[in-house]
Each structure stands twice: as structure tokens, then as C-alpha cells.
């Protein structure tokens, strides 16, 4: 089975500043990867996902993530935070195979941006 | 406007008392998905569907049952509650469930079983 790694479960970073938040995935396939991000007393909402066709993926609202099959890792990052994007991100897998319904989430990293 | 829904968004209940939680799509996708959302656990799926009159337990199945009659409606339900089962509920759904498709989440259910 799928497992994904999300390293901090709390992250804080200055309005201005890079934002980093870690995924890690185990497989020896490469998977499907996806972030969420969910809003406070809201559902989540896709920002991007990885499907093969390029390494960097950018998503909404200036997010982006690299997939390094070598690290077996999909870190999600935007240069610069805004306040706007204080929320709770989640890393998401599907294996890759055919027929392959399940996804698997992360436990979450929450993002605060200080002013 | 493309939507999930779930009723109700809130609900407060006693330990056996069965209930049902709604969600209905109005994309006509195919699969749809029940998560919990626990502090520090993240989501874990309970239930899924690939279509009507398909469903399949995902990590925590155990004290729900779900059933796909229609393609719109995928209700969950708690036969029995305990007080474990306290948490937030997210139903999904997505064009076909494999490859990478992307789920819509409902705005979730807070159920506190007492």
C-alpha cells in the first residue's frame, strides 16, 4: 500500500517568506501526487498534483512542487507567503496502476504566516 | 454550480442512536469517497465507490456502511455510533476515482457522539 510522509505538522513562516512543506512517498513506482490545501471550516481543494508529464507542476495561487523520484519526495513551495495562505496542506498518493481507486493522504502540515 | 453536499453540517448524538449522513454530487461522476479528518491523523478513507451498486471499504470501514443506489447519492451510515466515531466527515467525488483525477471535496459533516 501507498503511505505518504508529511515532516512538521506545524510550520511557521513570515508574511514574505519562502514557504516549504515536506512529502515523502514510499514506492517503488512512481505514484500520482497531489496537495490539498483545506481552509479553516472548509473542504479541501486540489492545489496541484504530479502526473507524469512534467517534474515541476505549478498550481493555484503561486504554489508549485517538484517530484524527485530519486528522493521519492514531492515538496510543495511558493517564494513568497501571504497571509491568505495560513491553512492546513495535505500530500496525497494514488499508485499508478491500473484500476487503482484508493488515496492516500498525509497527516497534514498547518501553515501559520506571521505579519 | 458543480457541487458535493452534505447534510447536516453538524450534529450532536448519543452512543446507538442510528443516523445517516447525505452527500449528493451534481457532476455526474462516477466515484465518491468517505473520509474522517482526526487531529494529527489526517484523512483516512472509510468507504469508496466506482459506480452505483459498487462500493469498497477503504482504511477505517469498521462502524459505517455506505450504499450507492444512485450516481448522485452516496449516504454514510453509522449504525450504531460510539463516541469514537466523534469526528469530521468529508464526502468526495471524482470523474472515475483512478489515475489522477481529481477528488471534490463536500464542506463536511462535525458529528459528536455522546
Known amino acids: 500500500a501507498q503511505s505518504v510522509t508529511q515532516l512538521g505538522s506545524h510550520v511557521s513562516v513570515s508574511e514574505g517568506a519562502l514557504v516549504l512543506l515536506r512529502c515523502n512517498y514510499s514506492?517503488?513506482?512512481?505514484?500520482?501526487l497531489f496537495w490539498y490545501v483545506q481552509y479553516p471550516n472548509q473542504g479541501l481543494q486540489l492545489l496541484l498534483k504530479?502526473?507524469?508529464?512534467?517534474?515541476l507542476v505549478k498550481g493555484i495561487n503561486g504554489f508549485e512542487a517538484e517530484f524527485k523520484k530519486s528522493e521519492t519526495s514531492f515538496h510543495l513551495t511558493k517564494p513568497s507567503a501571504h497571509m491568505s495562505d495560513a491553512a492546513e496542506y495535505f500530500c496525497?498518493?494514488?499508485?499508478?496502476?491500473?484500476?487503482?481507486?484508493?488515496?492516500?493522504f498525509g497527516k497534514g502540515t498547518k501553515l501559520s504566516v506571521i505579519p | 454550480e458543480a457541487q458535493v453536499t452534505q447534510n447536516p453540517r453538524y450534529l450532536i448524538t448519543v452512543t446507538g442512536k442510528k443516523l445517516t449522513v447525505t452527500c449528493s454530487q451534481n457532476?455526474?461522476?462516477?466515484?465518491m469517497s468517505w473520509y474522517r479528518q482526526d487531529p494529527g491523523l489526517g484523512l483516512r478513507q472509510i468507504y469508496y465507490?466506482?459506480?452505483?451498486?459498487?462500493?469498497d471499504k477503504g482504511d477505517v470501514p469498521e462502524g459505517y456502511k455506505v450504499s450507492r443506489k444512485e450516481k448522485r447519492n452516496f449516504p454514510l451510515i453509522l449504525e450504531s455510533p460510539s463516541p469514537n466515531q466523534t469526528s469530521l466527515y468529508f464526502c468526495?467525488?471524482?470523474?472515475?476515482?483512478?489515475?489522477?483525477?481529481?477528488?471534490?471535496f463536500g464542506p463536511g459533516t462535525r458529528l459528536t457522539v455522546l
Open positions: 496525497a498518493v494514488r499508485d499508478s496502476g491500473a484500476g487503482s481507486y484508493q488515496l492516500t
Open positions: 514506492s517503488s513506482v512512481p505514484p500520482y
Open positions: 457532476m455526474n461522476h462516477e466515484y
Open positions: 504530479y502526473t507524469s508529464a512534467a517534474t
Open positions: 468526495a467525488s471524482s470523474t472515475s476515482g483512478t489515475s489522477t483525477d481529481t477528488q471534490y
Open positions: 465507490s466506482m459506480n452505483v451498486e459498487a462500493t
